[in-house]
Nanobody, 119 residues
Framework: VQLQASGGGLVQPGGSLRLSCVAS????????MGWYRQVPGKQRELVAA???????NYADSVKGRFTISRDNAKNTVYLQMNSLKPEDTAVYFC??????????????WGQGTLVTVSS
């Protein structure tokens, strides 16, 4: 199983970016997909998560600015980030809580994509 994230880059404050993450391989089902972020010297933190049924959870710091969505048929999760602030600068990692068989499950991580918000 692999998670491939894309969409990071450099953006000015107030701008927007859209991150994507595709899960591939031998996948039976995916319960939760999410985005985390990490800056040097700090712990990785949850940004947003979404269940297969569409229930969402957001960090307080991104509520109203970020929107998480997913395409279950494509095993893909998206993060639309609007009104970006310099404090959103971080490496963003996608995560999937998935099962490879009915009886075997684990959490998987993508490789991380850098988002830099700066003028």
């Amino acid at each position: 199983v692999q998670l491939q994230a894309s969409g990071g880059g450099l953006v000015q404050p107030g701008g927007s970016l859209r991150l994507s993450c595709v899960a591939s391989g031998s996948i039976f089902s995916i319960a939760v997909m999410g985005w985390y972020r990490q800056v040097p010297g700090k712990q990785r933190e949850l940004v947003a998560a979404i269940t297969s049924g569409g229930s969402t959870n957001y960090a307080d710091s991104v509520k109203g600015r970020f929107t998480i969505s997913r395409d279950n048929a494509k095993n893909t999760v998206y993060l639309q980030m609007n009104s970006l602030k310099p404090e959103d600068t971080a490496v963003y990692f996608c995560n999937a809580d998935l099962r490879t068989t009915l009886w075997r499950g684990s959490a998987y991580w993508g490789q991380g994509t850098l988002v830099t918000v700066s003028s």
